[in-house]
């Protein structure tokens, strides 16, 4: 086992690693994904009253609520104080996304633990929430449906790795965040060579050890290389393409200096994943409804943090 003081000097063996990884605060978020809210938004028969009181019993979700929907319809001749009148404008799709955001990002700065401080950790929160709206919008459009949140979860919680590193290997992160570094390519090759896993396996160990099954932890691991992800590679693919769009949304990027372009995007091996068969006027559609969510992801950010 390597002396946890050379973590900057070469990276540190695979059972450290674990072994430091499975002493990381565990987030109650995870565990409970799908709780009473969610129960109620899935039912039948649930009405906006039922939903709206099991709401108001989260001054955090109430506020964020409440936010969002005067962020996202400006245009309204006044603001929207009440709850059942914000579900209305929103629909359940969207308070689910939001019932689901909120409690993961405050177990989230939960676990970083003060690590640090001065890191813009909001934009970290702010492009975890985007990808999650975005790997939900990409996989619609690829044909794929998910019967749960799936689809918005495994962009919600993809870099949960490296907030993990920034709690258990601070020293090291921070070099990470301190190097200016222009790609994705980049901050996992400083990773490697400073920590010896990527955030990437870091996450997907974290969340295999809150038992979150393949669907979800695999996306996580191979995001950065979709086919490795066996019968989970759309949805791998998916969470990379939406960490690349949400960049091109003008949400800046945590750990990366560099910007991204539509056309590099489209170059990408994920992009071929999932879109590869449409033909010329099928993807002309696609691009321009992925345009339209790029630009409306701003406003909704901002309600929702």
């Known amino acids: 086992m390597n002396n946890p003081s050379m973590a900057s000097k070469q990276p540190y063996s695979d059972e450290f690693i674990a072994l430091k990884i499975e002493g990381a605060p565990r987030l109650a978020s995870l565990r409970s994904i799908g709780a009473a809210l969610n129960e109620l938004v899935y039912a039948e028969n649930s009405f906006t009253s039922q939903i709206a009181e099991v709401i108001r ?6 506020s964020r609520l409440l936010k969002l929907v005067n962020s996202v319809f400006f245009g309204l001749s006044q603001r929207v104080n009440n709850i059942e009148e914000a579900i209305f404008y929103l629909g359940l799709r969207q308070i689910r996304e939001l019932a689901l955001a909120t409690p993961i990002i405050e177990d989230f700065e939960r676990l970083h633990g003060g690590a640090l401080k001065n890191a813009p950790w909001h934009k970290l929160w702010r492009h975890s929430i985007g990808c999650g709206i975005m790997s939900r919008e990409i996989l619609s459009l690829s044909g794929l449906t998910f019967e749960d949140d799936t689809d918005y979860i495994v962009g919600l919680i993809h870099n949960v790795g490296k907030i993990v ?15 200016n570094l222009q790609t994705e390519s980049e901050v996992l090759a400083m990773e490697i060579e400073l920590i010896g896993w ?35 590679e759309k949805s791998a693919a998916a969470v990379n393409l939406a960490d690349c769009l949400v960049r091109v949304a003008g949400v800046e990027s945590f750990d990366i200096a560099g910007n991204i372009t539509e056309d590099e995007i489209i170059a990408l091996p994920s992009w071929k994943i999932l879109f590869g068969s449409k033909n010329e006027i099928e993807a002309e559609a ?11 992801l701003p406003g909704v950010l901002k309600g929702m943090l």
């Open 198 to 232: 990527d955030h990437a396996r870091i996450g997907a160990f974290y969340l295999e050890r809150h038992h979150l099954g393949p669907e979800i932890v695999q996306p996580v691991r191979w995001y950065n290389d979709p086919p490795l992800a066996g019968d989970f």
């Open 165 to 179: 590193a920034a709690s258990i290997f601070p020293a090291a992160f921070g070099k990470i965040l301190a190097a």
């Open 57 to 62: 019993r989260d001054p955090s979700l109430t």
């Open 286 to 296: 696609l691009k321009e409804s992925l345009r339209t969510s790029i630009q409306r």
